[in-house]
């Protein structure tokens, strides 16, 4: 009996490039042996390579029976890597076009879940075209520093800042203004930093809440910034030192989120735990699947290693 042909997609015309290739890397390591694998390079010009050749789409797909989407960031994270698939009719992990859109689209994400009742730090949208100056004197005469500038369209915190007076407010702004054309602007929520993953379908229920984990980034990063992310400094405290009430609610809130912004099959959702309550920042709709990152760690705590969790996200995108 032949085995189910699984390309795992990595790479992509992204920001987060590198750590796509490691999460597709780490995929194909732990891959369960009655799959096989199918490494397929998106090369930084969005090229498709399938052994160490580029060739055509039609081609790659026509050899896989489901695609293992380890893309992050643009382009595999925001609809459009989905949209292909879709059209092409090829099975993927993950979720869809449209929900990928949304989400990764921060303003848009939080005004849906601020709409249901989810706290959300205030904030509102400077756009390119927009009078920087006025926008400036807006934040600084209604906030108190400090300040949370960030791309709308980049995950993994990419292009994040913290500023803290208005010299630099103007300067971040017209540097986030060279990667993106909307920023978002937060006020900055003094607290904990957790994130809770969902999986789909596991254990007999329909969004089950991995254990929530609390992040201490090393005293140098303000906050969980992309190179905490990944420079293996940071604490993640995994079950997170939570009482039992507030560990609840982040997972609810996480499953809450994963359903009203309508993922699949998996996502990861990040919080503040302030003295105001617990605030929702953002959700991932492709969680890292590196050795450093938070859901397999997570899942791991939950009694479920690498190879189950990429087993679990393969079968949940063949149904």
């Given at each position: 009996?032949?085995?189910?042909?699984?390309?795992?997609?990595?790479?992509?015309?992204?920001?987060?490039?590198?750590?796509?290739?490691?999460?597709?890397?780490?995929?194909?390591?732990?891959?369960?042996?009655?799959?096989?694998?199918?490494?397929?390079?998106?090369?930084?010009?969005?090229?498709?390579?399938?052994?160490?050749?580029?060739?055509?789409?039609?081609?790659?797909?026509?050899?896989?029976?489901?695609?293992?989407?380890?893309?992050?960031?643009?382009?595999?994270?925001?609809?459009?890597?989905?949209?292909?698939?879709?059209?092409?009719?090829m099975p993927f992990t993950g979720s869809g076009s449209?929900?990928?859109?949304?989400?990764?689209?921060?303003?848009?994400?939080?005004?849906?879940?601020?709409?249901?009742?989810?706290?959300?730090?205030?904030?509102?949208?400077?756009?390119?075209?927009?009078?920087?100056?006025?926008?400036?004197?807006?934040?600084?005469?209604?906030?108190?520093?400090?300040?949370?500038?960030?791309?709308?369209?980049?995950?993994?915190?990419?292009?994040?800042?913290?500023?803290?007076?208005?010299?630099?407010?103007?300067?971040?702004?017209?540097?986030?203004?060279?990667?993106?054309?909307?920023?978002?602007?937060?006020?900055?929520?003094k607290g904990r930093e957790a994130t809770c993953g969902?999986?789909?379908?596991?254990?007999?229920?329909?969004?089950?809440?991995?254990?929530?984990?609390?992040?201490?980034?090393?005293?140098?990063?303000?906050?969980?910034?992309?190179?905490?992310?990944?420079?293996?400094?940071?604490?993640?405290?995994?079950?997170?030192?939570?009482?039992?009430?507030?560990?609840?609610?982040?997972?609810?809130?996480?499953?809450?989120?994963?359903?009203?912004?309508?993922?699949?099959?998996?996502?990861?959702?990040?919080?503040?735990?302030?003295?105001?309550?617990?605030?929702?920042?953002?959700?991932?709709?492709?969680?890292?699947?590196?050795?450093?990152?938070?859901?397999?760690?997570?899942?791991?705590?939950?009694?479920?290693?690498?190879?189950?969790?990429?087993?679990?996200?393969?079968?949940?995108?063949?149904?």
């Amino acid at each position: 009996m032949s085995k189910i042909k699984i390309g795992v997609a990595r790479g992509g015309p992204s920001s987060e490039y590198d750590i796509s290739l490691k999460t597709g890397a780490n995929v194909l390591k732990f891959l369960p042996e009655k799959y096989e694998g199918v490494d397929i390079l998106i090369d930084k010009q969005g090229a498709w390579h399938f052994d160490g050749r580029e060739r055509p789409l039609a081609n790659i797909l026509s050899r896989v029976d489901l695609i293992f989407n380890a893309l992050h960031g643009e382009f595999g994270e925001d609809g459009k890597f989905q949209q292909i698939l879709e059209y092409h009719k090829m099975p993927f992990t993950g979720s869809g076009s449209y929900a990928s859109a949304v989400i990764m689209n921060k303003f848009l994400t939080k005004k849906m879940l601020e709409n249901v009742g989810i706290k959300i730090p205030r904030g509102f949208l400077i756009r390119k075209d927009d009078d920087v100056e006025d926008a400036v004197l807006k934040i600084f005469k209604n906030f108190s520093p400090p300040w949370v500038l960030k791309p709308t369209n980049k995950g993994s915190s990419v292009g994040v800042e913290i500023v803290n007076n208005f010299n630099d407010l103007k300067k971040n702004i017209d540097w986030i203004f060279l990667r993106d054309d909307k920023i978002l602007f937060e006020e900055y929520i003094k607290g904990r930093e957790a994130t809770c993953g969902v999986l789909e379908n596991f254990r007999g229920e329909k969004y089950y809440a991995l254990p929530p984990i609390e992040i201490v980034p090393p005293e140098k990063n303000i906050f969980f910034d992309y190179e905490a992310k990944y420079n293996g400094e940071t604490k993640e405290i995994c079950p997170a030192n939570f009482d039992l009430k507030t560990k609840r609610e982040i997972e609810n809130l996480a499953r809450r989120a994963h359903m009203i912004l309508g993922c699949k099959a998996y996502s990861r959702s990040d919080f503040i735990v302030s003295s105001r309550g617990i605030f929702f920042l953002e959700t991932n709709t492709l969680p890292g699947l590196t050795s450093e990152s938070l859901l397999p760690k997570s899942a791991a705590v939950a009694g479920l290693n690498m190879s189950g969790l990429i087993d679990h996200l393969i079968q949940t995108a063949l149904v």
